[in-house]
């Protein structure tokens, strides 16, 4: 499909909340698809519309080293979480910076999938971590806004969302 433009901090899209999507038509189709190749072009564990300039409820997330599972989120909504871990953040549209962040260590999230049809997923660790960020993108918030101390730059050595 194609790779799209990920907008950056500063981008008023980026602080806006998206909308629902009511139903899956072949733009939303594509969209997802653009998205995914959006994300794994630029080596990103998740990947929310408002960061393509989409103001859609969408989600896109991989965490595995592999790159082959995607969960696409539609109209997510977390539903229960648990515990609570503290670590670093990065994002594709806060480039080249980290910072740390407190999350809960457990989210379970109901979504629809491609087809409107509903289900629940639930993660821990990064899994769990990457369901709120990529969820807070939706309502129109970024990581930075939420940070533990200063952001950092990030170095060659580090891996970050």
């Given at each position: 499909?194609?790779?799209?433009?990920?907008?950056?901090?500063?981008?008023?899209?980026?602080?806006?909340?998206?909308?629902?999507?009511?139903?899956?038509?072949?733009?939303?189709?594509?969209?997802?698809?653009?998205?995914?190749?959006?994300?794994?072009?630029?080596?990103?564990?998740?990947?929310a519309?408002?960061?393509?300039?989409?103001?859609?409820?969408?989600?896109?997330?991989?965490?595995?080293?592999?790159?082959d599972?995607?969960?696409?989120?539609?109209?997510?909504?977390?539903?229960?979480?648990?515990?609570?871990?503290?670590g670093?953040?990065?994002?594709?549209?806060?480039?080249?910076?980290?910072?740390?962040?407190?999350?809960?260590?457990?989210?379970?999230?109901?979504?629809?999938?491609?087809?409107?049809?509903?289900y629940?997923?639930?993660?821990?660790?990064?899994?769990?971590?990457?369901?709120?960020?990529?969820?807070?993108?939706?309502?129109?918030?970024?990581?930075?806004?939420?940070?533990?101390?200063?952001?950092?730059?990030?170095?060659v050595?580090?891996?970050?969302?």
């Open positions: 499909m194609a790779i799209r433009n990920i907008r950056e901090v500063g981008d008023k899209v980026l602080n806006k909340v998206a909308k629902e999507i009511k139903d899956v038509d072949k733009k939303i189709l594509i969209l997802i698809e653009d998205m995914l190749d959006t994300m794994y072009d630029a080596n990103g564990v998740g990947l519309a408002p960061q393509v300039g989409i103001l859609k409820r969408l989600v896109v997330i991989d965490v595995s080293e592999e790159g599972t995607p969960i696409i989120l539609i109209n997510p909504e977390i539903i229960e979480t648990e515990g609570e871990q503290i670093d953040e990065g994002c594709l549209s806060v480039p080249g910076k980290v910072g740390t962040v407190n999350r809960p260590n457990y989210v379970k999230v109901k979504a629809f999938n491609e087809n409107m049809e509903e629940t997923v639930e993660g821990t660790g990064l899994l769990a971590r990457a369901f709120c960020h990529e969820i807070d993108h939706l309502d129109g918030k970024l990581y930075v806004d939420q940070t533990i101390g200063e952001l950092r730059d990030v170095t050595t580090e891996e970050v969302q």
